[in-house]
């Protein structure tokens, strides 16, 4: 039987069809014992779809979301000195998430782009990882204990635009994973992988992250049927409620929506 090749036509396809309808309002989601909300959010540079730079808009959808755990993508600017474009401390006042330190330029809210915020815990380690590839792409490894329960590690990442990279930084991230201590692991970014099925760079995680689980449309926000956003974990069970956050809001502030799951901390500890 001749295997069909995936398109991107097909993808989109498949990615309507697969569409649950979008709420006019944001959905209030009804806090579990046990659960932590985690989130991805690509910020665009803090553009938004109608093409004005307000940082303030992408801090509301934050609140919107009550994350615990929030990996960002493109929170600082992408030359020069490459300074944040977030307010943190009214970040902090407001939501009560805090950056994963970084060593990087003195202006830099993360690592090549990429901050990772968290509500409770003690940060026990960080590493910069550069990612491979013609683009500035990077991941960035955290090692947070939650509640005095046992560690959690996170990776927040940005994959490149070319296929090719991707599939070598996926590689990277694997290799890194196999050569420390197992542990309960979120990797959460976007991945800029628009494929389905064998021809996704993401089945190369699969040997660490198991079969991927279902794409959630992200992009563009306005009109969601690509899923660039993913966030998985190396335990079965350990993420549920997998879903993009869609409200006005979401829709106007970035051309990505934010991607939220729920991680089950019972499972942290196994």
Not at 12 to 22: F, Y
Not at 111 to 140: C, T
Request: glycine letters at 8%; one cysteine or more; a positive charge.
């Amino acid at each position: 039987m001749k295997k069909t090749k995936p398109s991107l036509a097909r993808t989109m396809v498949t990615s309507i069809r697969n569409r649950r309808w979008r709420p006019a309002e944001g959905m209030v989601k009804t806090q579990v014992d046990g659960a932590l909300t985690v989130a991805s959010y690509n910020v665009h540079k803090c553009v938004g779809t109608d093409g004005k730079f307000d940082p303030e808009r992408i801090i509301d959808v934050i609140r919107e979301i009550g994350p615990d755990v929030i990996a960002l993508q493109e929170a600082d600017q992408r030359f020069g000195e490459r300074s944040g474009l977030l307010d943190l401390n009214r970040l902090r006042l407001e939501t009560g998430l805090l950056p994963v330190p970084v060593l990087t330029g003195p202006k830099s809210h993360g690592w090549r782009g990429n901050v990772l915020l968290f509500r409770e815990g003690i940060v026990r380690d960080v590493h910069q990882v550069a990612l491979p590839g013609l683009e500035p792409r990077g991941a960035l490894v955290a090692e947070i204990d939650i509640e005095g329960r046992a560690g959690l590690r996170v990776i927040a990442a940005h994959l490149g635009l070319l296929r090719w990279a991707r599939r070598q930084q996926a590689d990277v991230i694997l290799d890194l994973l196999q050569n420390r201590a197992e542990r309960a692991t979120l990797l959460m970014g976007d991945f800029n992988e628009w494929r389905l099925g064998p021809g996704s760079a993401l089945t190369r995680l699969e040997p660490v992250f198991g079969p991927l689980p279902p794409p959630v449309p992200s992009f563009p926000a306005r009109m969601p049927v690509l899923s660039l956003d993913r966030i998985m974990a190396n335990r079965s069970g350990l993420i549920a409620d997998l879903t993009a956050h869609d409200t006005p809001l979401a829709r106007l502030a970035s051309d990505h929506l934010p991607l939220t799951a729920r991680l089950d901390l019972s499972k942290v500890e196994e």
